[in-house]
């Protein structure tokens, strides 16, 4: 449960890491191929599942889907199993500290792909951080 949990967590980080360096809305519009501004319809953004099942392509214009979205989703969903194998099976307490975890390794592999692919890491997330 905790894998999917992060991987939707990471479908969200790959919106931040599109948009956060182009100064976009992280809220809108919705999911949209950047090559012909394909409205992706929700059963089309399921986390990991449907980049493997259109084959990371494009519905609407076969322009592939950078390999970058599922690297995302699998690496956050593994880091959430990770911290809740480590911090949360048992306690509540655990619990609190398996989610803090998971939001700090979230903000830590958004800012490393933006850094990767702009050089730059966003105020939203340092601050946030800081935090």
Same mark, same amino acid.
């Given at each position: 449960?905790?894998?999917? *949990? ?12 599109? #948009? ?6 992280? +809220? ?14 929700? #059963? ?18 076969? +322009?592939?889907?950078?390999? #970058? ?21 048992? /306690? ?17 592999? +958004?800012?490393? *792909? ?11 997330? /340092?601050?946030?951080?800081? +935090?």
């Amino acid at each position: 449960v905790f894998f999917v *949990f992060g991987s939707v967590v990471g479908s969200f980080l790959n919106v931040c890491i599109y #948009r956060m360096p182009r100064d976009l809305s992280l +809220a809108k519009p919705g999911s949209q191929c950047p090559k012909c501004d394909f409205a992706i319809p929700w #059963r089309l953004n399921i986390p990991i599942m449907s980049w493997l099942w259109l084959r990371g392509r494009c519905r609407q214009c076969a +322009a592939p889907i950078s390999p #970058r979205y599922l690297t995302v989703e699998l690496l956050t969903g593994l880091a959430f199993l990770a911290t809740w194998l480590a911090f949360g099976a048992q /306690t509540t307490p655990g619990v609190l500290l398996a989610v803090t975890w998971g939001a700090v390794l979230a903000g830590l592999i +958004a800012a490393t *792909f933006i850094d990767f692919e702009h050089f730059i890491i966003p105020d939203q997330i /340092t601050l946030g951080g800081v +935090a």
